[in-house]
């Protein structure tokens, strides 16, 4: 069924383990993602950048998740990740997005606020559910780059104010992971987890799901995150398996043997997170 991500959040709340939000980075990448869920039993999360949103058609990839729910039985979530501008939030939601993120974490707190407390208004009337984000996430993703002395943790108090001001259904916390394809990303500060987890009652997202070990993934799990980001991992095995597909394909060969076999190896991706994620 197409749902939203406050019920998926709340459903991995009541059973201690993490749904796994995924960025489709094209419509390709879609029905590969929901297979693997239906594979392992569990709802998902597609998301897709503002690039992607705008690259597929916001109402094509509506379209498509819900069908695709049903066809699979699988509870499927789509929502739109790190969106900064009111303009494409109202799109999404007017298209039918179950979810959105919007991203004021660069913004001053009290700004970040007012900008979050207008988009829960709005997506809530609609009946889809938000995700706002404290504190900033280095790295890069879709172009946008942030350098590690940008980079400032969340605020375990900020955190309580920010929920009890703005409605959200979910947080995305900054506590030492990077978007893209780091090293140096797995330096995760469990202490300032813990306390966030203790002092708020709404689902915690983690940002950065590339390159963050088994290990820490099931450490993260157990301090209240239930809404798990992968994305460059995705794009990274789609390039990396297409680059040796089409170089050694001929040319007259279906378009499909190159892309078959890349969709697969992103199911076995994706399921193999799941089972990290439920695996608590
Ligand atoms: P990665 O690209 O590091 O997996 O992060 C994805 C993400 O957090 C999307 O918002």
């Given at each position: 069924m197409y749902t939203t991500l406050r019920e998926v959040l709340e459903e991995a709340g009541q059973l201690h383990m993490a749904i796994g939000a995924f960025n489709?980075?094209?419509?390709?990448?879609v029905p590969a993602i929901i297979r693997a869920a239906s594979n392992q039993k569990t709802p998902v999360i597609v998301q897709t950048s503002e690039g992607t949103a705008t690259y597929v058609g916001m109402r094509t990839l509506v379209a498509v998740v819900t069908s695709l729910a049903e066809e699979y039985g699988v509870d499927a979530v789509l929502h739109l990740d790190h969106a900064k501008g009111w303009d494409t939030i109202r799109m999404a939601v007017d298209a039918g997005y179950s979810s959105v993120m919007y991203d004021?974490?660069?913004?001053?707190f009290k700004e970040n606020i007012l900008g979050t407390k207008r988009v829960v208004e709005y997506a809530h009337a609609a009946g889809a559910s938000v995700e706002a984000e404290l504190g900033t996430v280095g790295g890069t993703e879709d172009g946008v780059v942030v350098h590690p002395d940008q980079v400032c943790l969340t605020d375990p108090g900020d955190a309580v104010e920010f929920i009890e001001k703005t409605g959200i259904d979910a947080l995305a916390v900054a506590i030492g992971t990077s978007h893209?394809?780091?090293?140096?990303?797995?330096?995760?500060?469990f202490g300032v987890l813990e306390s966030i987890y203790g002092a708020v009652s709404k689902p915690l997202v983690i940002h950065?799901?590339?390159?963050?070990s088994d290990e820490d993934i099931h450490k993260v799990i157990d301090r209240g995150i239930r809404k798990f980001n992968v994305g460059t991992e995705l794009l990274v095995r789609w390039n990396t398996t297409s680059r040796r597909l089409y170089s050694s394909n001929?040319?007259?060969?279906?378009?499909r043997s190159n892309v078959m076999p890349v969709l697969d190896a992103i199911t076995q991706i994706v399921e193999h997170k799941i089972s990290l994620f439920k695996n608590v």
């Open positions: 489709a980075h094209n419509l390709e990448m004021g974490s660069a913004l001053p893209g394809q780091y090293k140096s990303k797995t330096r995760i500060d950065g799901g590339t390159g963050v001929k040319e007259n060969m279906s378009n």
